[in-house]
């Protein structure tokens, strides 16, 4: 038999895509039959320009898929991509009316049967896992049989669609087959194709979740019990993928991969063993099951970053979702994720069915504190309502059209939109495309969450302690107060819909509570100034991003007629509070009304993507002050003598203090020389 399965189109530019694994693995075991057999990138066709976008791309599509010739199509298809793989299916029949078309993925696995009722062009639907059951259907087929006798698959006789046995789950994931990758494109194809620095390969380490959130299908798709490949299968597929495919990168492919502690440092000291701990890797983690120490051996095996699918900060939300987190080992965990050199994605999940407003709020205020507590990049979702959760099964009667969540992007093929029949299939069948829908929220409208969802992170990256101090100085909510910026923000640029951009925030939020705490009247915390400048302080260092210097504290030649210049992109800059006390009290989840005024220095610089800033002496900012480049050391000696200099009040004077603050200035990067000395 001649096979083509394909990956259907999919555009989105803040994503990237990677080889579909799942199609690999299904080619991999028919590998060494007699069928001949082709996986057909659609999506990299896209990036690549080889396959246009246009109202006419599903003509196109099946056209490319129809000049194989082949006897049988096999679709992989998800939430997303669903709509255009019924529509792709339908023209293939047209040109190729003979050919046997098969869809699997988790939403052809819940809406089966729907699917074939529905839509006539489909001849059948691989549910669940596919290497046994996809395999036998072909080898079934090719001998002139049926359906019926092949264990999880549906399929249509006549009018009437039909469900086989499940297939059970493979109980030892080992023996799936190596994925070769020789089926697609080298993995450079795609790293270029999407603009990424490495190559990134998907790394599957296991199946199943043994909890049953209410959003979530992977339970039920997977099964309860979870599953896991060998640390030896998967250090075998690390090591072929670097030297037979040339991986630079891996996502480890597991919602339950550090759930138990002595598999993940198993994995860990085998990678490192095995001298791939070079390669970086990507992971999702549960937050009660890792710890400094895990962390760190992580780190050294090659982690570069984790996912922690927090989802609320709303105990009453988290009952309904069937998730436990707890708050104080959330924000404990997401300090020493940090402070081990990770940067966590912390997942959050806003606009329930059953939410008030404040459960909401509670979700951004804890977002807020976590961008406080460390590095991070916060993703906020709405839900999506998946075919096989029980959000599906009790909400799909009260679904609307309102806005598009994240799982409903990606088919904008026709001039940023999407094509008139992908939008009429969808309307017609909210039971099918349910993810392209929404269930409707207590607390707030769509329209609102849907701005929270796709703007309040920049709050969290940018200004984080501000923001949060100025929705308890004017003891308004978090989502109030993020709508009242948007619509100030809104006016102030005249424009004529609500957006929000980084530079918007750089340039104009300071400006927004400032006027917002004049208008209201209200000034509890007289710090709160301080705070607004030191982010906007932090964003301009950040602009200017530097490289260390190979300077060293034993530099020779320094003497009083050496010219100190400060670095450009550093800054000196004085406060009238103890700001290094306030980060670290806001950092601890303390949020006091008064402190007492303490006159402090705080410098700022950018190296790479680390943000570097220090506590000094007020005479350190005025040293800097006076680095311009055309002033001595001696020079400065003596302006800072003078009356009202610094120096003469706090930590020195005279030549010593200049050469010890310039030698440790230098040190950190906040001072150049132009020419020192070999």
Known sequence: MRIILVFPPFFLSSMYNLPPLGLINLATTLKNSAHTVKILDLVLAVRRGTLKSGSKIYDDCAEMIAEHAPDLVGFSAQCTTYPS?????????????????VIGGHNASFVDIETLTRYPWIDAIVR???????????????????????????????QTAFRNKDRQFAANLDTIPLPEYGYVEPLSVYRDACGLPRAIAILEAGRGCPHNCVYCSESILWGRKPRVFSVERLIAEMRRMRDDFSAECFVLAYDQFTAKRDFVESFCRQVIQEGLSFIPWY?????????????????EAGCESMCYGIDSGSKRTLKFIRKRIDEDVLYKRVYETTEEGLIPTLSFVIGFPEEERKDIDSTLFMALRTGIIGN?????????????????????????????????????????????????????????????????????????????AGYFPLMVQLFPRSFLLLSL??????????????????????????????????????????????KSGIRRLDHLAAVLKYEQLCLEAAKSPRVRNSYSNDVKHIDMTTKPLKSAGSIAEKFDF?????????????????????????????????LET?????????????????????????????????????????????????????????????????
């Not at 079934?140 to 359906?147: K, N, R, V, Y």
């Not at 909210?430 to 929270?452: A, H, I, R």
């Open 614 to 678: 220090a506590r000094v002496e007020l005479a350190i900012i005025e040293f800097l002050s006076l680095c311009d480049g055309k002033n001595t050391l001696g020079e400065i000696a003596l302006m800072l003598q003078e009356p009202g200099g610094e120096g003469n009040k706090s930590v020195g004077t005279g030549e010593s203090f200049c050469i010890e603050a310039f030698r440790e200035l230098l040190e950190a990067g906040y001072l150049e020389i132009d020419n020192p000395e070999p």
């Open 283 to 299: 992971c999702i983690s549960r937050l009660d099951t890792v710890d400094p120490p895990l962390l760190r051996l992580m780190k």
């Open 473 to 518: 100085e004017r003891e308004v909510s978090v989502s109030r107060l993020f709508i009242e910026w948007l619509f100030w923000l809104k006016r102030r640029k005249r424009r004529s819909e609500l957006i929000l951009t980084p530079q918007d925030c750089y340039n104009h939020f300071v400006e927004f509570a400032e006027l917002s705490r004049n």
């Open 85 to 101: 793989v019924i529509n792709i299916a339908k023209k293939i029949k047209i040109i190729q009316p003979q050919v046997k078309i």
């Open 128 to 158: 669940g896992e596919g290497e046994e059951t996809f395999p036998e259907l072909v080898e079934t087929l090719d001998s002139g049989g049926g359906w019926e006798g092949v264990e999880g698959v549906s399929f249509r006789r006549g």
């Open 376 to 452: 991070n990049n916060t993703l906020i979702q709405m839900p999506t309502v998946l075919p096989g959760t029980d959000l599906h099964r009790r909400y799909a009667r009260d679904l609307v059209r309102r806005v598009d969540t994240y799982f409903a992007l990606g088919l904008e093929f026709d001039s940023g939109k999407r094509l008139d029949e992908d939008e009429a299939l969808i309307n017609s069948d909210p039971v099918v495309f349910s993810s392209f829908f929404n269930v409707p929220c207590k607390g707030l409208p769509l329209d609102e969450l849907y701005l929270l």
């Open 578 to 610: 103890d700001l290094h006390v306030i980060i670290l009290d806001l950092k601890a989840g303390k949020w006091f009304q008064k402190y007492n005024p303490s006159p402090t220095g705080m410098l700022f610089v950018q190296f790479g993507d680390q």
